[in-house]
Each structure stands twice: as structure tokens, then as C-alpha cells.
Nanobody, 126 residues
Framework: QVQLIESGGGLVQTGSSLRLSCAIS????????MAWIRQAPGKERELVAA????????VYGDFVEGRFIISRDNAKNTVDLQMNSLKPLDTAVYYC???????????????????WGQGTQVTVSS
């Protein structure tokens, strides 16, 4: 069983930065692709960023445009998302998600993620 708990959301102004953190409780010996996925009101869930088990591979949604950085610390069981230059269009609930994957793989499809946190709200005002 895997539990994911997000923190770090909030209300910020355009151009601000936020750092989201995901604490992972993992009682398995599996390896995981980890991701941040967001959902805005009335829209489908979309991949923000994903990272493979070792942290050697990262992928980002096209809309990120170099503004966000995903990282993980397997010793601390955390995955973080540093978000810079935030825009109102970034307003959404952000979820941390885990999907079983071979070591080198970072899943880009949200359907491949098996476990999800409860989500944290990010609101960017104009």
C-alpha cells in the first residue's frame, strides 16, 4: 500500500513561486514513476511533470515552458515540484501520483498512475 500526502499549495499572485511537496509512505519494494498532475475546474487531469525512480529522467507538460522543476529524494521519500513564474492558468488542484514502473521509466499518461494523494489547491491571482 502506498500513501501520498501533498503540501505547499496556496494563493499567490501572478509571477510568484510555490514549492509543492509530496510525502510518500511506501511499504512495498516496488519502484515508482512519480508525477504531479493537476486538474482545473471543468477540465481533464493533465500531467504537469513526472520523474523516474532514480531521478535521472524527467518529463514536463508543454505548458510548463521551463517554469517548473520536479525532483525526488528517495532517502527521504519525498517528491517536490518547484513552480516559478506562476500564471492564473496554473490555478488547479495539484495531485501527487505514483505508478509502478521499471527503473528508467517516467510515465506521461495519467492513466498509468495507481496511487494518488488528496490534492492541494494552487490559486494564482492576476
Amino acid at each position: 500500500q502506498v500513501q501520498l500526502i501533498e503540501s505547499g499549495g496556496g494563493l499567490v499572485q501572478t509571477g510568484s513561486s510555490l514549492r509543492l511537496s509530496c510525502a510518500i509512505s511506501d511499504h512495498t519494494n516496488d519502484r515508482w514513476s512519480m508525477a504531479w498532475i493537476r486538474q482545473a475546474p471543468g477540465k481533464e487531469r493533465e500531467l504537469v511533470a513526472a520523474i523516474n525512480w532514480s531521478g535521472s529522467r524527467t518529463v514536463y507538460g508543454d505548458f510548463v515552458e521551463g517554469r517548473f522543476i520536479i525532483s525526488r529524494d528517495n532517502a527521504k521519500n519525498t517528491v517536490d515540484l518547484q513552480m516559478n513564474s506562476l500564471k492564473p492558468l496554473d490555478t488547479a488542484v495539484y495531485y501527487c501520483a505514483a505508478g509502478r514502473a521499471p527503473n528508467g521509466v517516467a510515465y506521461t499518461s495519467v492513466r498509468l498512475y495507481d496511487y494518488w494523494g488528496q490534492g492541494t489547491q494552487v490559486t494564482v491571482s492576476s
